[in-house]
């Protein structure tokens, strides 16, 4: 099943994309000097992670439990 399809999977990935963006912008931040189209994307995801880090990495420790234990 696709990862667009299962709710649970889309979360991950989309948390999984939010750290990874996040952290390309802290080691080459200029890949994310376009804040318009496809990569602009990319900068607004940078820009979560940045801004709501603490409610991503809660986010983050909710879905690993919830991947171990269920």
Avoid: H, N
Avoid at 6 to 20: A, E, G, K, Q, W
Avoid at 31 to 38: D, H, K, V, Y
Wanted: proline share 1%.
């Amino acid at each position: 099943m696709s990862a667009l399809f299962d709710f649970r999977s889309f979360v991950c990935v989309l948390l999984l994309t939010i750290c990874t963006c996040t952290y390309i912008k802290l080691k080459a931040p200029s890949l994310f000097s376009q804040r318009t189209g496809f990569r602009g994307v990319f900068w607004k995801f940078a820009r979560v992670g940045e801004r709501l880090s603490l409610w991503v990495s809660l986010a983050l420790i909710g879905m690993a439990v919830s991947i171990v234990f269920f």
